[in-house]
């Protein structure tokens, strides 16, 4: 490959999303490699260019045209109000990579119950542009400052109020705080630069990155079942498999018997199996699926 060759620049998120959108990678079959030392990971398409980036500045370079694309959150993508275009949501059941909630809190037993109640009051976040907007649309006034970190125990002293990320709560709780409103509901996101979704050659490319992102995590919670069934049994069968599994039925050498296959649920089999034996399959096998293309 020429100097002159295109190459597709990526942003890959620094921090709680970095290790699973390494493992995404890697499930949708690239061999993604961060050095602890580098900004520069390596993976194994030369025709892909990573930067490691914080997810809070990922949709402005995007914007900008320095990244191509990138994976960074929906609430720093609303948080920057960056024009990119969103090609996908990349939730999973992974760490980091679900639902989390950004929340407005105030102290137990404080006067403060609802966002009416701050109203000329002093609130904390990262997020300073969420909450503005937040407090605009409950047409509050109040008085919003950027929090470096430790925001959840500014309350009662530094703040009256403070708007900060939740997955479980349990930082909340353990700092006596109460949630007054959920501020937005963030997942990860793939965006791109509008023009690099105009260019051909870099539409294409993504398009195929995404499709095997997208079917690693439809992978994600799903195995494949394999077992051999008396033909006389292949009825009772199907009655036990979950209504959207599709079978592959196949005639094995002894007409007797085929080979039925089946993607199911993984939360299911433990359930499945049992009644599957007891329906007359045997030979049942399960097996890891790596990815699901649509």
Aim: aromatic share 6%.
């Amino acid at each position: 490959m020429t100097d002159t060759a295109p190459r597709l620049r990526l942003g890959i998120p620094k921090g709680s999303l970095q290790d699973t959108t390494q493992k995404l990678f890697q499930r949708a079959g690239y061999d993604l490699r961060i050095s602890g030392r580098s900004y520069y990971p390596d993976i194994d398409d030369a025709e892909i260019q990573c930067i490691l980036i914080r997810p809070q500045e990922m949709a402005r370079y995007v914007e900008q045209g320095v990244l191509d694309c990138a994976i960074t959150g929906l609430d720093w993508m609303l948080e920057t109000g960056a024009d990119v275009a969103e090609l996908a949501d990349l939730r999973a059941p992974w760490p980091n990579y679900g639902t989390v909630r950004w929340v407005m809190a105030s102290k137990e037993g404080s006067s403060f119950e609802t966002v009416k109640d701050l109203e000329g009051r002093h609130i904390a976040t990262e997020a300073v542009g969420m909450t503005k907007r937040f407090l605009a649309e409950h047409g509050v006034n109040a008085s919003v400052e950027f929090s470096w970190g430790a925001t959840e125990v500014k309350p009662p002293i530094l703040a009256d109020a403070i708007v900060d990320v939740s997955e479980t709560g349990s930082s909340l709780r353990a700092n006596q705080l109460r949630v007054m409103h959920v501020v937005l509901e963030s997942t990860p996101r793939f965006i791109a630069n509008r023009d690099a979704v105009k260019d051909d050659w870099k539409r294409a490319k993504i398009e195929r990155m995404l499709m095997l992102l997208k079917g690693a995590i439809a992978a994600a919670t799903r195995v494949l079942l394999a077992m051999n069934v008396p033909k006389d049994k292949v009825d009772a069968v199907l009655q036990i498999l979950p209504a959207l599994a599709t079978p592959t039925v196949s005639q094995l050498s002894d007409p007797a018997w085929v080979d039925l296959s089946t993607v199911v649920e993984e939360k299911q089999v433990r359930e499945l199996i049992p009644r599957l034996h007891a329906a007359g399959a045997r030979g049942i096998i399960e097996l890891p699926i790596n990815k699901i293309i649509e």
